[in-house]
């Protein structure tokens, strides 16, 4: 499917674990473009971060069907132009029967299950750099551009808020938002790194991940 966050990170065309490796790890290093790398990106939660995200996502888990609708009808009421990275519902242009569409609930679990997997790769670094990564590289695939990929988590935050209540702490939107700023800036890694391996660019225009971040739209 052509859409943002589509996916839990397998992809036709699977490549080895070896050259997998070596792609992230040339991206890691910093590719040379007029003598400079990429520099250091954000870097996934940890200790209390990675502990309140855990927590509450045990609550949360019991509402994923609703929150993956909520976060993508207001997604299509802030950002419109996203519907076009999603050709089964560029066309509905009524919300409230987008809202009953079984196709957007399946996506908004897949959504969901891509975050569940997340948190629970917290303690498993390479293995989460790995999800969002090969994430990253079937959304270039998928035609859907890295641009799009921060108002998904702006959007989750601010759907979980009424269900954790008070719960809800400054701590803990600091914490999911680390994990969206970082989750962001490898899938778009993976996305240019697949972009470049393509042959679609001719020369490539280094900028640091992440430059989308979550914590700018909220």
Not at 160 to 185: C, H
Not at 191 to 215: D, I, N, Q
Request: hydrophobic share 35%; glycine share 8%.
């Amino acid at each position: 499917m052509g859409c943002a966050l589509s996916g839990s990170g397998s992809a036709p065309g699977k490549r080895s674990s070896e050259a997998e490796q070596k792609d992230r790890a040339a991206w890691k290093a910093g590719p040379v473009c007029g003598g400079e790398g990429l520099e250091a990106g954000p870097f996934p939660p940890a200790g209390a971060q990675k502990e309140r995200i855990q927590e509450s996502w045990r609550i949360l888990h019991d509402s994923i069907a609703r929150v993956g609708i909520i976060v993508f009808i207001r997604l299509f009421e802030t950002h419109p132009e996203c519907k076009d990275a999603f050709f089964l519902f560029r066309d509905i242009e009524d919300l409230q029967q987008l809202k009953m569409s079984k196709e957007l609930q399946a996506h908004g679990l897949r959504v969901m299950s891509f975050i569940e997997k997340s948190v629970a790769r917290l303690d498993q670094e390479d293995k989460l750099e790995h999800l969002a990564f090969e994430l990253g590289r079937n959304h270039y695939r998928y035609s859907a551009p890295p641009k799009y990929y921060e108002y998904v988590g702006v959007q989750f935050v601010s759907a979980v808020q009424p269900i954790l209540k008070e719960r809800w702490t400054p701590e803990l939107q600091e914490a999911w938002q680390s994990l969206f700023k970082y989750l962001t800036a490898t899938m778009e890694q993976g996305y240019y790194a697949e972009e470049e391996k393509s042959g679609s660019r001719k020369s490539l225009a280094l900028r640091k991940p992440g430059t989308g971040s979550f914590l700018n739209s909220i």
